[in-house]
């Protein structure tokens, strides 16, 4: 029994492979020369060998190491429909006994060629790699996850999220687990509130076929987000193995949910205008191409949850993503709520001490009150912080790691991917009724007048 893998990667042509899928496993590959693995590239393009191995190339850049270079040696492309079941079954007959599918397709092909998969006999081995959404709602996640139920165990289903890749939300659980300073607070006891936060300085890139169809709500938060919540709020779990790791996650997005029942209060929607961004011109929304101004698609998302549990009732958790704000700012910020009793002789603010989590560069921040200098009776606040770095390996290579190596804890489970439909789906309901008012803001602005200010 050999223990290399074929990594068959679907929609091989595509910009996901060659921007991200291929540099991370040129990366994986440079630190960890011993993964055997063959690239197979296929999809409805037609494509050489010598193209395909050119495209790979050119997607590892130069100064690869020798294993990354046996894998660009032996690559090769096969042209096929991944949606038909004869195809597949061509692909998969010289794809080895250990074969993984990576989806580098939009959804609804992905889902497709998931329904094509059940008419062909898989090797026992076979992991199948999605990438999100997974679904457009709770009844197709669950329509999916009926038939890849046919094809595989859960456990070797990756719905793959690569935040959950990114070295600082794995960071986050060693300083709340490992720390005696976090572990015991880490409750409503002493947190105020929680805001989890995706800005980006970059408009829409060209992704109007997908982006105008989806908009902050979805592709972020439902996507991504509300992961990265289930990692804040989770029970400490016994290991940090699959199942362990994965049930805490899973209680913890049962448990969530918007804020009061209530999404007209408990969320805010806007999309850009034209504006400017570092010196660069971005079109008014609805001028950009292919985008429907009908839609009314947000490009700017905010909504407030709660998790229903002893450790987090009255905490609201603010999850925000918008497109073509001021500056790229990543971040999971707890605010603790100040002491219970200050003693009468200090002046000064006494403020909660903020703990916070940058994504990218990954910094962890603690900011206290500390008194001294001139006046010693006198608060005054400092910082205190670390410089994490980027982690041993980039997200997309985080998850190919985990994808070759057949460890599924940091894949999104099945009845995870269902929950997160679950619990944006008022907020979906209010904003398609109008219940919700789509604002407006500048292209390089911190977001609309009006709205609260986020810490």
Known sequence: MTDERTLVILGATGDLTSRLLLPALAQLLDAEPD???RLVGAGMDAETDAAWR?????????????????????????????????????????????????????????????????GVTLPAETILALEKPF???????????????QLLPEQQIFRVDHFL?????????????????????????NVASVTIRYDESLGLEGRAGYYDKAGALEDMIQSHLLQVLAFVAMEPPATLGERDLRDATGAALRATHVWDDNAVHSSRRARYTAGTIDGTALPNYVDEPGVDPSRGTETLAEAVFEVRTARWEGVPFTLRS??????????????????HHLPTGF????????????????????????????????????????????????????????????????????????ECWRIVQPVLDAWRRGDVPLDEYPAGS?????WPPLG
């Open 135 to 149: 679904g457009t709602d709770q009844h197709s996640a669950e329509q999916l996850n009926a038939v890849l139920a």
């Open 347 to 418: 002046s000064g603010e006494e403020q909660g001490s903020v703990l916070r989590f940058s994504l990218g560069p990954d910094v962890f921040c603690l900011d206290l009150n500390v008194n001294g200098a001139a006046d010693p009776f006198s608060l005054s606040r400092a910082t205190m912080h670390a410089e994490l770095g980027e982690g041993a390996l980039k997200a997309y290579a985080e998850v190919l790691s985990s994808i070759l190596s057949g460890d599924a804890a940091l894949a999104v489970r099945g009845d995870a991917a269902e």
């Open 54 to 118: 050119s495209r790979v190339k050119a997607a590892f850049g130069e100064g690869v190491g020798a294993a990354a270079s046996a894998v660009v040696k032996a690559t090769r492309y096969v042209q096929c429909d991944i949606t038909a079941t004869k195809d597949l079954t061509a692909l998969l007959a010289d794809a080895g006994e250990r074969p993984v599918l990576y989806f580098a397709v939009p959804p609804a092909v992905a889902a497709a060629a998931c329904r094509a998969l059940t």
């Open 165 to 189: 890749g990114r070295s600082m939300v794995l960071n986050m659980l060693g300083v709340r687990f490992a720390n005696r300073v976090f572990e015991p607070v880490w409750s409503s006891e």
């Open 35 to 37: 993964t055997k693995v």
């Open 446 to 450: 911190t977001g609309p007048d009006g």
């Open 322 to 339: 918008g497109k073509a704000m001021s500056a790229r700012l990543a971040e999971v910020v707890l605010r603790f709520k100040p002491v």
